[in-house]
């Protein structure tokens, strides 16, 4: 089955700085999400992006499927966008793969 | 709110107990999928139904069972259980398919087996 690799599985980082988070795919998707898990275990919708740039606030994602990697990026983090981020993919009908996920760790 | 909505929010029960997770989708989707989320596992998907009938089906294991009802509520029966069923249950909608369609998870259901 299709692998999705995210990197780095851990990341610390002062209030206000910046942040790219990676996720690499083993096979063309036809769906791409990025979640966030908040620390009380909610998993928030942040973006439905098989392909292309979209942005939302201090947030935007990019997916380059031809070479199967995607790319969130934050800016300005709060304290409020610790937790754990996730990608998760699918192929053909079947249902969402999950990485193992990027914990992201805001500092004030 | 992602409109996904899951019941019960938190259960505690003894081993070899039987248990029910309830979930209801958005209003519109067809599609029901659960998922299990464990320490060490990370998020493993169970099962989908679509529409009433099972799509797909994962790593579910024997003693859990699931079933979509004509008003396109799903309930996860999940049997015998075991110190390590304890987990995070989640159940997720979608309009169609995984293909094309932004899948939509609920707030979960923390199951504890002591």
Known sequence: ?108 | DSGVTQTPKHLITATGQRVTLRCSPRSGDLSVYWYQQSLDQGLQFLIQYYNGEERAKGNILERFSAQQFPDLHSELNLSSLELGDSALYFCASSRGGASGNTIYFGEGSWLTVV
């Open chain 1, 1 to 108: 089955g299709i692998q999705v690799e995210q990197s780095p599985p851990d990341l610390i980082l002062q209030e206000g700085a910046n942040s790219t988070l990676r996720c690499n795919f083993s096979d063309s998707v036809n769906n791409l999400q990025w979640f966030h898990q908040n620390p009380w275990g909610q998993l928030i919708n942040l973006f439905y992006i098989p392909s292309g740039t979209k942005q939302n606030g201090r947030l935007s994602a990019t997916t380059v499927a031809t070479e199967r990697y995607s790319l969130l990026y934050i800016s300005s983090s709060q304290t409020t966008d610790s937790g754990v981020y996730f990608c998760a993919v699918t192929q053909g009908a079947q249902k969402l793969v999950f990485g193992q996920g990027t914990r992201l760790t805001i500092n004030p």
